[in-house]
């Protein structure tokens, strides 16, 4: 019922968005709106500095009239995530914290636990170090050395002396990082006036994946992001 209700909702705020007037006179530090103008310059200021972000014409059909062709919305590609949403949350949900005191407001602070776990370092005996090399010691072992009990190569020879299934040797893909890529887009909605952001989400073999479940957190799962 959730996902109906939510497809209903996205397609009276498109219905509704093509048949709103664009916004004409700024009211960005009234509402925190943008008009299309503000959006194209914003933009533009992003591609600017930020050179994995383009500008994307995009569908011809889908054009809305309000922005130039050739700006139809922002788009950057193959943003590297090695987190997920779940592990974050666990790492969260594990982290100690402690109530603070500023300003005679009560904060909420985490909780170093390397700096609980940390103990007194104990100072080192001068009894307890090895005794100093005697000035007449050189280190000098070579006579005393003995090498009649090195084998010889030759006699490691044999068909069996490779280990072909040893458990401790590493599996071709331990080395590889799974990472998952994102498509990331912006376009502006003309039903809020403000900026929307879309996640497109693949996984390390470039397959799609529902970002509802593996990015978003369970709270705003069903809430503020959509398929």
């Known amino acids: 019922m959730t996902g109906i209700k939510a497809a209903l909702y996205q397609t009276y705020v498109k219905t509704a968005g093509g048949l709103m007037p664009t916004l004409g006179a700024s009211k960005f530090v009234e509402e925190g709106v943008l008009t299309p103008d503000e959006f194209v310059l914003a933009g533009d200021l992003l591609v600017a500095k930020c050179k994995t972000w383009s ?16 700006k139809q919305f922002l788009m950057t590609r193959n943003v590297k ?4 949403v779940a592990t974050m949350e666990a ?4 982290q100690k914290t402690e109530t603070v005191m500023v300003d005679d407001e009560e904060w909420v602070a985490p909780v170093d636990a390397s700096a609980q776990d940390e103990g007194e370092i104990e100072d080192i005996s001068k ?19 003995d090498d009649s009990d090195v084998p010889e190569m030759s006699e490691f020879v044999a068909e069996d002396n490779l280990v072909k299934s040893d458990p401790a ?18 376009t502006y909605d003309n039903y809020f006036r403000t900026p929307k952001v879309w996640l497109f989400g693949y996984d390390e073999v470039r397959t799609k994946h529902s970002l509802r479940t593996t990015a978003a957190s369970r709270y705003r799962a069903h809430r503020n992001t959509t398929r």
Do not use: N, Q
Request: one cysteine or more; hydrophobic letters at 35%; proline letters at 5%.
């Open 55 to 70: 500008w994307e014409a995009g569908d011809p059909s889908k054009a809305v009239a309000f922005l130039p062709k050739d």
């Open 81 to 84: 995530c090695a987190a997920r």
């Open 91 to 94: 790492l969260a949900a594990s």
């Open 127 to 145: 009894k307890d170090t090895p005794a100093a090399v005697s000035a007449d010691d050189d280190g000098d072992d070579d006579e005393d050395d």
């Open 169 to 186: 040797t590493m599996k071709e893909e331990d080395h590889i990082e799974k990472t998952r890529t994102y498509d990331i887009s912006i």
